[in-house]
């Protein structure tokens, strides 16, 4: 069966080929994508399930997200916002399980293959202590148990009935749920502290028992795991937050518990200070064995990662080392596909190799070469299992980088660069004109810049006649792209004649700066930024330096961000290559700014100085670069200097501030207050982009030839305000940042602006256009 837009896109061509010339708008000419870049966020939890001949990829990530990654080429296959924290992600089968929500959480089951949603339940929140969330298929059965609410309940699929319910009476957050033989066992922490468990039927949920099993512990955090082994039972390992023993219990046994040793298992002796550093990570076990675990710590300065199996023998309890890896950093993933060999631990060999284990063996099941200074510290791996039979390797960075490799090459196989989820700024870079004869000529035969008529005709029908090959090659559009996983055209090393091929370069939140160019989406660079091996928040990019096309001086981005520590952090980068600038590495400056901008005056070296304002209790103006040559640069081009401060979300007044330079010295000023009238609080705020745009006309020309020339204020600032109750519409000023003046006021009376209905606006010349939410 032929597609609808194959029949018409089939007259269109018959059109033009038999019928002689025709008009009309071609297809890339209106209402046509260049590219996009669908983006899921950072995975917290990642399974890798096998159904139908087809192994997917199912991400729960930082945002909320529910998605699922083809497995062999990392193509999006569905993704599904769920908007709450996921804390349960399972597969079985043609069904994915969900978890998500706190107080009032909610359970869901979608469709493996096509993300839609197969049934949920909601449960309430309850005036007890919220009982966490868990929840997990039951075994032999097509029903869930959840730890939902304050409840623990079973649910039959289909409408999501509750087969039974447990009140939990606030005992607990529950957080984790285990199915042995024919009871499920619910863990969480208990309100004073320390682990509980909850012992329930699995057929009719009576309550077997309940019982405290470790004081002042808390699940995760290093600090304790829950072993399912299924027949060999399932274990609670964990350490007290100032002892330097380990214990081990096994659930259904109020008693015994028992004591373990670092000297016993590790074979040599600790300080206490490294016994209390260490942590705990949970191994996938193999099918049918015995549960494991890692050990971390850290001993002459040396991190170790110890693979630990526990064997138990009646009422005996003993650990046997089953490996050791000695390096700088290791990281243990945890499982990514049941019975594949075990989970993983990933270890750096020596620079930016890594290794990654499978099953606690010293065996390598995959070696990769990584640039951490491009996408961020390794802090996670898996392995999985394709529907071919080949086994990979799975890794995540802490920029966002999600990639597949290969189990006997480590080459990546595919990657999904998650970082533009978290973009908190852009800025457009024109690229440098091009510089040779032949870059020219061959630009020459691009549409947009051709001017005479016969040729753009010539033009059009040889790409019209691309077009129609490429069609008839695909079988009329009845045949799925040969490669699903085609890579994306490189970006152009130079612009075009009008300025359209740029470089966007974005910064994001978790430390990543990267570059994307604007003809096709490909990456030309990524940069991670990180102060003491944790990434930089980025805020603000500038363009400070631009393309020349004179000279050998190339431009210039910075990033302006906040560290671990809320101090302030710039990066100056080579626009085009991404490399440093400065070669003595991020160096965190002595205060926290509050606003980051561009000054209107540049440096002895052509680099737009920026400015960095802190909101002491009086506030104070850093220049960027922090030299006296750059403060003396700014004096002596924009004193006075005007800012403002105040304009956050919540605020109900806006203060503008003067800066002169007093003998060498910047000092600031209070200049004027502008309060929000009418008990109303501001909403958004947006001000003219710092960038450079391009004005579309100058001016126009009158009767007497004379040139009435376009005045641009560059000061008009917009806000949005409205009251604490949402009640009253939205009100919209534009005053000027200098004088702190009302320029303008409109009212919006049935508009509301919340976290779910923002605030969008954008000044460019003397415009403003925003969007609001409106109930009518």
Not at 59 to 77: I, K, M, N, P, W
Not at 91 to 98: A, D, F, H, I, K
Not at 627 to 654: K, R, V, W, Y
Request: hydrophobic share 45%; with cysteine; glycine share 12%.
């Amino acid at each position: 069966m032929v597609c609808g837009s194959s029949l018409r896109r089939a007259a269109l061509s018959a059109a033009l080929l038999l019928g002689g010339a025709a008009l009309g708008l071609f297809p890339d000419e209106a209402g046509k994508i260049d590219w996009y870049q669908a983006q899921i966020g950072a995975a917290t939890k990642v399974v890798a399930h096998a159904h139908n001949g087809t192994t997917g990829i199912y991400a729960a990530t930082e945002l909320g997200v529910l998605a699922a990654v083809d497995a062999d080429s990392g193509a999006l296959r569905w993704r599904q916002l769920v908007d709450e924290d996921i804390g349960t992600l399972q597969v079985r089968g043609g069904q994915v399980l969900t978890q998500s929500g706190a107080g009032g959480s909610r359970v869901r089951v979608w469709d493996a293959v096509s993300g839609s949603l197969a049934w949920e339940h909601a449960q309430p929140e309850s005036g007890q202590q919220a009982a966490g969330g868990a929840a997990l298929f039951v075994s032999g059965s097509d029903d869930v148990v959840a730890a939902a609410g304050d409840s623990l309940v079973r649910l039959a699929p289909g409408g999501g009935a509750a087969v039974w319910e447990l009140a939990l009476n606030g005992t607990g957050t529950y957080r984790r749920l285990v199915q042995h033989g024919d009871a499920v066992f619910a863990i969480g922490e208990r309100a004073g502290g320390g682990l509980r468990v909850v012992e329930a039927e699995l057929a009719s949920g009576t309550r077997k028992q309940q019982y405290d099993v470790a004081d002042g512990a808390v699940l995760g955090a290093g600090h304790s795991v829950v072993l399912d082994a299924g027949p060999n039972g399932v274990y609670v390992v964990w350490r007290d937050e100032k002892d330097i023993v380990w214990k081990v219990h096994r659930l259904g046994l109020t008693r015994p518990m028992w004591d373990m040793y670092h000297a016993k298992i590790v074979q040599q002796e600790l300080m206490p200070e490294d016994m209390l550093g260490s942590t705990l990570d949970e191994l996938e076990p193999i099918p049918g064995g015995r549960p494991r675990f890692t050990l971390t710590y850290l001993k002459d300065g040396v991190r170790k990662t110890v693979a630990i199996e526990i064997v138990a023998t009646g009422d005996q309890m003993d650990m046997r080392k089953l490996a050791a890896f000695r390096s700088g950093s290791a990281v243990v993933g945890g499982p990514a596909m049941a019975g594949v060999a075990g989970a993983a631990v990933a270890v750096r060999a020596a620079g930016g190799e890594w290794r990654v284990y499978g099953a606690g063996a010293r065996k390598a099941k995959s070696s990769f070469a990584y640039a951490e200074a491009t996408h961020g510290a390794v802090v996670w791996a898996g392995l999985y299992r394709t529907a071919a039979g080949a086994t990979r390797a799975l890794v995540r960075t802490s920029g966002g980088l999600l990639a597949a490799l290969d189990a006997d090459s480590g080459e990546p196989l595919w990657v999904r660069n998650e970082a533009l989820a978290y973009a908190s700024d852009m800025a457009f870079l024109d690229l440098p004109p091009p510089a040779s004869a032949a870059e020219h000529a061959a630009q020459a035969t691009d549409p947009a810049v051709v001017t005479s008529a016969a040729a753009r005709f010539v033009l059009r029908w040889v790409a019209t006649g691309r077009e129609l090959a490429a069609w008839a090659s695909s079988g009329f559009g009845l045949l799925a792209p040969l490669r699903a996983d085609a890579a994306r055209p490189t970006p152009a090393a130079s612009g075009d004649h009008f300025g359209f091929h740029k470089l966007a370069v974005f910064g994001t939140r978790t430390g990543v700066v990267t570059a994307l160019g604007t003809q096709g989406g490909a990456a030309a660079w990524a940069r991670h930024l990180a102060v003491d091996g944790a990434p930089v928040a980025v805020e603000r990019v500038f363009v400070v330096r631009r393309s020349q096309p004179l000279g050998d001086a190339p431009p210039v981005v910075v990033a302006v961000g906040r560290s671990a520590r809320n101090a302030t952090v710039v990066a100056a980068l080579d626009a085009l290559t991404g490399a440093p600038v400065a070669e003595d590495g991020l160096q965190p400056m002595p205060f926290s700014h509050v606003r980051a901008f561009a000054l209107p005056a540049v440096g002895a070296d052509g680099q737009q100085l920026l400015g960095l304002v802190t909101d002491d209790a009086r506030p104070t103006l850093a220049v960027w670069p922090a030299t006296a040559a750059a403060e003396q640069a700014f004096c002596a081009a924009a004193a006075p200097f005007f800012f403002e401060l105040g304009d956050a979300a919540g605020s109900t007044q806006i203060r503008g501030y003067r800066v002169a330079c007093d003998g060498g010295a910047l000092s600031t000023a209070l200049a004027w207050t502008f309060d929000v009238p009418g008990g109303e609080a501001l909403a958004a705020a947006a001000v003219r982009y710092d960038g450079a745009q391009s004005t579309a006309l100058l001016g126009r020309v009158l009767g007497d030839r004379s040139v009435r020339y376009k005045y641009i204020n560059p000061h008009v600032g917009t806000l949005a305000a409205q009251r604490a109750d949402g009640s009253g519409g939205v009100s919209v000023y534009l005053y000027d940042r200098v004088s702190g003046r009302l320029l303008h006021t409109a009212h919006h009376a049935a508009a509301r602006v919340d976290a779910a209905h923002r605030f969008l606006a954008t000044q460019t010349e003397n415009r403003v256009i925003y969007q609001l939410w409106h109930d009518e």
